[in-house]
């Protein structure tokens, strides 16, 4: 499957712990977005990169999340001291430079109890 | 401020028919659109793209019109088939802002055999 692949696909977690999602992109992409997903809402666009640069990171929703991309392949999107509130779908999306389609993962669905 | 909205929530064919999704969009700056079908516990499946420098675009059974004079863009789908029932996000992004997508709430096709 040379798609766009996320791990893990779900994650329960409790308040207070610290969660890490994977993604990694269609090989050839040098682009990598990542956006969140709420029940009936459209994705919502939080970070992206080009190759190893994060290019946007103002619209990541708190100083809780950050991502990285260290070498220009996989990403990781962490959410420190997780809240009820950052229950949603984790999707990542990858694409060429510009104005070409985002192809997206399956997602993560993260469950804070 | 910019958005991207759909005008039906809900939308209910009969098999075979044609179906019309609408979205709206508010910053005459976007210039590149795209519809994405997404499945019950899935990601956003890519279906078709424009961009701002055409007015319609034909792909297999689906077409997307664009009307930058209202700032309006629409799905048709032809013969709708039962593989069709899904929820379906229209999306913008400006070349000058990362090609981030603004997505807008969704409307749910519902395809009755």
Same mark, same amino acid.
């Given at each position: 499957?040379?798609?766009? #692949?996320?791990?893990?696909? +779900?994650?329960?977690?409790?308040? $207070?712990?610290?969660?890490?999602?994977?993604?990694?992109?269609? #090989?050839? +992409?040098?682009?990598?977005?990542?956006?969140?997903?709420?029940? $009936?809402?459209?994705?919502?666009?939080?970070?992206?990169?080009?190759? @190893?640069?994060?290019?946007?990171?103002?619209?990541?929703?708190?100083?809780?999340?950050?991502?990285?991309? !260290?070498?220009?392949?996989?990403?990781?999107? @962490?959410?420190?001291?997780? @809240?009820? /509130?950052?229950?949603?779908?984790?999707?990542?999306?990858?694409?060429? !430079? /510009?104005?070409? @389609?985002?192809?997206? /993962? !399956? /997602?993560?669905?993260?469950?804070?109890? | 401020?910019?958005?991207?909205?759909?005008?039906?929530?809900?939308?209910?064919?009969?098999?075979?028919?044609?179906? =019309?999704?609408?979205?709206?969009?508010?910053?005459?700056?976007?210039?590149? %659109? =795209?519809?994405?079908?997404?499945?019950?516990?899935?990601?956003?499946? %890519?279906?078709?793209? =424009? &961009?701002?420098?055409?007015?319609? &675009?034909?792909?297999?059974?689906?077409?997307?019109?664009?009307?930058?004079?209202?700032?309006?863009?629409?799905?048709? =789908?032809?013969?709708?088939?039962?593989?069709?029932?899904?929820?379906? %996000?229209?999306?913008?992004? &400006?070349?000058?802002?990362?090609?981030?997508?603004? %997505?807008?709430?969704?409307? &749910?096709?519902?395809?009755?055999?």
């Amino acid at each position: 499957d040379t798609g766009v #692949s996320q791990d893990p696909r +779900h994650k329960i977690t409790k308040r $207070g712990q610290n969660v890490t999602f994977r993604c990694d992109p269609i #090989s050839e +992409h040098n682009r990598l977005y990542w956006y969140r997903q709420t029940l $009936g809402q459209g994705p919502e666009f939080l970070t992206y990169f080009q190759n @190893e640069a994060q290019l946007e990171k103002s619209r990541l929703l708190s100083d809780r999340f950050s991502a990285e991309r !260290p070498k220009g392949s996989f990403s990781t999107l @962490e959410i420190q001291r997780t @809240e009820q /509130g950052d229950s949603a779908m984790y999707l990542c999306a990858s694409s060429f !430079p /510009g104005p070409y @389609e985002q192809y997206f /993962g !399956p /997602g993560t669905r993260l469950t804070v109890t | 401020g910019e958005s991207v909205g759909l005008h039906l929530p809900t939308l209910s064919v009969q098999e075979g028919d044609n179906s =019309i999704i609408n979205c709206a969009y508010s910053n005459s700056a976007s210039d590149y %659109f =795209i519809w994405y079908k997404q499945e019950s516990g899935k990601g956003p499946q %890519f279906i078709i793209d =424009i &961009r701002s420098n055409m007015d319609k &675009r034909q792909g297999q059974r689906v077409t997307v019109l664009l009307n930058k004079t209202v700032k309006h863009l629409s799905l048709q =789908i032809a013969a709708t088939q039962p593989g069709d029932s899904a929820v379906y %996000f229209c999306a913008e992004s &400006r070349s000058n802002a990362g090609n981030m997508l603004t %997505f807008g709430g969704g409307t &749910r096709l519902m395809v009755k055999p």
